[in-house]
């Protein structure tokens, strides 16, 4: 409950602090996650659409670099694919809105320099190869 008190958890997270725990027994996780699930305070696919939200709304970050996030978290690549294609997100979209936070930062440079710092920063946001050349371009 403390651990869900200061952010969001997902079953992986809270699965591995029970187990650092010094009477930990598979049959106690099973009931506190089951429980935890049943409050609704675990719930892996509002933790997945909350973080997709952010990365798209606030931090504009890409498929990729969110899964990787996630993957870190014991979420599986498959369901963010998932979840990401029901909320119907435009990853050129938020690719863009996230050239325009450094575009002002780009103007000194020559044409090669910037079209090579547009996709070194997009690609660091994880996004896909064929958006990365395509906007890093325009």
């Not at 575009?103 to 690609?123: C, D, G, T, V, Y």
Request: charge should be positive; proline fraction near 4%.
């Amino acid at each position: 409950m403390r651990a869900l008190s200061r952010r969001a958890h997902t079953t992986h997270e809270i699965q591995q602090k029970l187990r650092r725990r010094p009477h930990h027994t598979l049959d106690h996780e099973a009931r506190i996650i089951a429980r935890l699930k049943e409050l609704n305070m675990l719930n892996d696919e509002e933790y997945i659409r909350r973080t997709i939200e952010q990365a798209t709304q606030f931090t504009y970050q890409g498929k990729l670099k969110v899964g990787n996030k996630l993957y870190q978290k014991g979420i599986p690549f498959k369901l963010l694919d998932q979840i990401w294609n029901s909320m119907k997100v435009d990853e050129e979209e938020v690719a863009k809105k996230a050239l325009k936070k450094i575009e002002s930062n780009l103007h000194e440079f020559p044409k090669q320099k910037r079209i090579a710092k547009r996709a070194q920063f997009l690609a660091g946001r994880g996004f896909p190869p064929n958006i990365v050349f395509s906007l890093s371009k325009e």
